[in-house]
């Protein structure tokens, strides 16, 4: 049991990590549309995000698939810089089209959980007991994603509802930022990728 609070705790910690900082501004922009009241949409892409990178996450690191590292690192800033487009572009979201962003998102989390895997490798080194410490790990960055939602869902509501920014406004401002961050990202992974 001490193992699985241990990788608990690593996956919350690396999620939350600002060294790795690509991880937080994908679930910012995923949920920056959202509000406080949305909490149980934005828990469910959240959960489609966490599925997808548990899926190849385990995958990786049980050696069923092998990934191009570099690729992958191009990837990575390629759907942030998807995703915010996406919320600059659409300027009323609507309802119909939640099943297709938990699909990419979902989709997303694949791409997100092969850069993971070389982290948990190097953690793991020859355990034997993977399954188990895989699932710590996974609820680890499951927890740390919340506590991102939670924040930004409050900061949201904060500048919304109290200083009256307007919503569209804020998320444009958001998703704008992330987005040039998100293509300089990409931009200098490009040639290591190809």
């Not at 609070?5 to 501004?25: A, E, S």
């Not at 190097?122 to 188990?132: A, D, E, P, Q, R």
Request: aromatic residues 16%; charged residues 10%; proline residues 2%.
């Amino acid at each position: 049991m001490q193992d699985f609070w241990l990788y608990f705790q690593l996956g919350w910690q690396h999620i939350l990590d600002w060294q790795g900082y690509d991880h937080i501004l994908f679930v910012v922009v995923l949920c920056v549309t959202y509000a406080v009241s949305d909490w149980r949409k934005v828990l469910i892409l959240v959960t489609a995000f966490t599925v997808g990178h548990s899926i190849t996450l385990a995958l990786s690191v049980l050696k069923v698939i092998t990934i191009n590292t570099p690729l992958i690192e191009f990837l990575i800033p390629v759907t942030i810089l998807i995703t915010a487009a996406s919320n600059i572009l659409n300027k009323k979201p609507k309802n119909k089209g939640a099943t297709f962003k938990y699909l990419i998102t979902l989709f997303f989390g694949l791409i997100h959980g092969m850069g993971f895997s070389n982290y948990l490798k190097s953690l793991l080194g020859k355990s034997t007991n993977i399954v188990w410490e895989l699932l710590a790990f996974n609820l680890g960055l499951e927890f740390g994603q919340v506590i991102i939602v939670i924040g930004i869902l409050l900061l949201s509501f904060l500048l919304i509802w109290i200083v009256k920014i307007k919503r569209w406004d804020w998320n444009f401002f958001i998703s704008s930022a992330i987005f040039g961050i998100s293509f300089i990202m990409a931009a200098e992974r490009f040639s290591a990728a190809f």
